[in-house]
């Protein structure tokens, strides 16, 4: 078969499971998540850490699922 190597000792290796559901893909991503970081630290009322979280969904890949419960939420 083309393409396919029957050799023994040939593994496909997979990449290691992401430890975050965040995706850091540049330097200004790395940067919003050290101050999300920072921020959340101190966050004290309800308020705040609910931006905080709504704030980290917005690096995840499914972004809009969050928001559109943050928005659902404020319209109540």
Known sequence: ???CDSRPGLNMKFPPKPKTPY???NAQ???IFRKLATLSKTA???D???LVRFLYSQLESDWRTPLESFINKLLK
């Open 48 to 50: 705040e850490k609910r």
């Open 1 to 3: 078969m083309r393409g």
């Open 44 to 46: 004290t009322s309800p």
């Open 29 to 31: 991503d790395k940067r």
């Open 23 to 25: 995706l850091l893909y």
